[in-house]
């Protein structure tokens, strides 16, 4: 990988936007419209709990070899004061370049769980709050405070945290990713991310059961 272009954008632009979030459903509300955001700096990625049950090995590795390259150029990825975008070569590409490519921290909302536990949870980003864990290193998040109640994050937090989260190759055919708060809709209550920022959720393979695919 060569980076070729970099354009930063500053916290309080970064705040802004993410505020700008809809739900997929529901009305598409503006999810964080009453809640307060705040970029919070040195966090250890060990205290975030994820709800998804897996890390893809490649994402992971391609992280570890993005943080390498920014280093190169002084920039820490997991020590952003805002976010970037980035371009990478690409010879394929009608300009020579793949992107713009967003990198932003990850997405972490205070959630109420059902068995009373208030927990700083992992909306987006899992692989860069993981990648983070295994460098050793701090990570910075864009924290969500006064969510509303009745528009929890999809999925619950992993109860043993992660203990429960396995590192694949690939994703194998009905393979439960998520444990979700309303299994007949739990795409309703999805945090439209890529509206905000283009490209930053990836789309996965499906693999849960048909009964959770609608």
């Known amino acids: 990988m060569k980076i070729t272009r970099i354009e930063t954008i500053g916290a309080a632009e970064l705040l802004q936007r993410f505020a700008t979030t809809r739900l997929r459903g529901h009305g598409q509300p503006l999810i964080y419209e009453q809640a307060r955001l705040e970029l919070v700096r040195q966090v ?3 205290t975030l709990y994820p709800a998804q049950r897996y890390v893809l090995r490649e994402d992971h590795q391609r992280l570890h070899d993005l943080y390498g390259l920014f280093r190169e150029q002084g920039i820490d990825i997991f020590n952003l004061d805002g976010g970037l975008f980035f371009w990478l070569a690409d010879p394929e590409a009608p300009n ?12 972490v909302e205070i959630s109420c769980e059902p068995d009373g536990r208030i927990l700083p949870l992992i909306n987006d980003g899992m692989h860069r709050v993981y990648t983070a ?11 969500v405070h006064n969510v509303p109640r009745e528009y929890p994050y999809y999925a619950f937090a992993l109860e043993q945290g992660w203990q429960e989260v396995m590192e694949l190759e690939a994703l194998p055919d009905d393979f ?3 444990f979700y ?6 795409k309703s209550l999805f945090r439209d991310f890529n509206a905000v920022f283009d490209g930053i959720q990836k789309q996965r393979k499906q693999t849960n059961p048909s009964s959770l695919r609608a």
């Open 176 to 178: 439960i990713k998520k």
């Open 181 to 186: 708060r309303d299994p007949t809709q739990y």
């Open 96 to 107: 020579g370049e793949d992107g713009p490519i967003p990198l932003m921290p990850p997405v």
């Open 44 to 46: 250890d990625p060990a």
């Open 133 to 143: 864990m295994r460098l050793g290193l701090k990570i910075n998040i864009v924290l």
